[in-house]
T-cell receptor, first 118, second 112 residues
Framework: GAVVSQHPSRVICKSGTSVKIECRSLDFQATTMFWYRQFPKQSLMLMATSNEGSKATYEQGVEKDKFLINHASLTLSTLTVTSAHPEDSSFYIC??????????????FGPGTRLLVL | KQEVTQIPAALSVPEGENLVLNCSFTDSAIYNLQWFRQDPGKGLTSLLLIQSSQREQTSGRLNASLDKSSGRSTLYIAASQPGDSATYLCAVGNMAGTALIFGKGTTLSVSS
């Protein structure tokens, strides 16, 4: 089946620093990747939709200047949390939609990245 | 705006019991519905995907049903095992190619 990886799996950083999270589709091409965030005991909430070669679309309440998304290729999207603060500590999960080889509507999820900002 | 609700929030059962997890959604015009499993601190494992034209899907001991008109889905787990302990998430896709809308999940604990 289709595999999506995320790197790093866990990161601890100091307040004010920037953190980059990578999301890769390993064995398929994905024109669309989604970034979700999950706070403890809460559901996954969509942050932004990332389309290859174009600007990301952000959900209401998500600061695009703080959460920079780059989808430079059909297999890689990155999320950069700029000037991270403790309230940004969360579990970040990406998903990718296949171009072929499965139902178009199937999203494949990465394993997630745990961010802790001190 | 689509909202997804899961009841109960938590459930504890002894090993061997059959159980039902519930999911409801406010807008019945969905494209598909998916059930996931999430272990503590881990990512998502897709369990079952039901297209809007389907009424149910089965995989092993799992059976998911969909009633679009009433805005409900159920996940039936037969002969539960301790290894089934996890959080089960229901997610709705409103349109093809769009992000999923998740419920908060039901945390299941199966005791041996």
């Amino acid at each position: 089946g289709a595999v999506v990886s995320q790197h790093p799996s866990r990161v601890i950083c100091k307040s004010g620093t920037s953190v980059k999270i990578e999301c890769r589709s390993l064995d398929f091409q994905a024109t669309t990747m989604f970034w979700y965030r999950q706070f403890p005991k809460q559901s996954l909430m969509l942050m932004a939709t990332s389309n290859e070669g174009s600007k990301a679309t952000y959900e209401q309440g998500v600061e695009k200047d703080k959460f920079l998304i780059n989808h430079a290729s059909l297999t890689l999207s990155t999320l950069t949390v700029t000037s991270a603060h403790p309230e940004d500590s969360s579990f970040y999960i990406c998903s990718a939609m296949t171009l072929a080889g499965g139902p178009m509507e199937t999203q494949y999820f990465g394993p997630g990245t745990r961010l802790l900002v001190l | 705006k689509q909202e997804v609700t899961q009841i109960p929030a938590a459930l504890s059962v002894p090993e061997g019991e059959n159980l039902v997890l519930n999911c409801s959604f406010t807008d019945s015009a969905i494209y598909n519905l998916q059930w996931f499993r999430q272990d503590p601190g881990k990512g998502l494992t897709s369990l079952l995907l039901i297209q809007s034209s389907q009424r149910e899907q089965t995989s092993g001991r799992l059976n998911a049903s969909l009633d679009k008109s009433s805005g409900r889905s159920t996940l039936y787990i037969a002969a539960s095992q301790p290894g089934d302990s996890a959080t089960y998430l229901c997610a709705v896709g409103n349109m093809a190619g769009t992000a999923l809308i998740f419920g908060k999940g039901t945390t299941l604990s199966v005791s041996s």
